[in-house]
């Protein structure tokens, strides 16, 4: 009994040309999901922090565990500034708002698609450099340069 291509090769004799090469499809463009990203808006120091994880949800014995056990030691009603007090940085706030940890009083959370730099970097190239200047026709004359009349 003899081995078929599709035995040996995992291919069929579709996928093989007539001089018994493997051929493979093109590979289309892979199809890229735009990135989101999360915010938090509306967050003041004065806000209060209205609900809490019931259990720490970091990992035990690690910084951020330590971090949010601070939470933990604050009186009921706290405000952000209360906690920003206890050693808690603004960004742990916002990462434990995103993430569900906790919420605070007139928060919310924005999604979007962050923009790229191409837009910005495209502009700067299309900005007219200062040392140029215009003559009457319109057209742009390095500085220093004279017209002879």
Known sequence: MSATAEDVMGTTELDLEEGGEVTTPPKSEKSKKPRIAKRVLNLSKEALITDLAE????????????????YYNLPENATVQ?????????????YNIIHNFMTVAGTEVDEYTPGTRRGRQASAEIAVDSTEETDDEGLIAEAGETEDF
């Open 82 to 94: 209360m906690a920003l007090d206890a050693g808690i940085s603004m960004a742990d706030i916002h």
């Open 55 to 70: 259990a720490n949800p970091k990992r035990e014995g690690s910084k951020a565990w330590d971090t949010f056990q601070l």
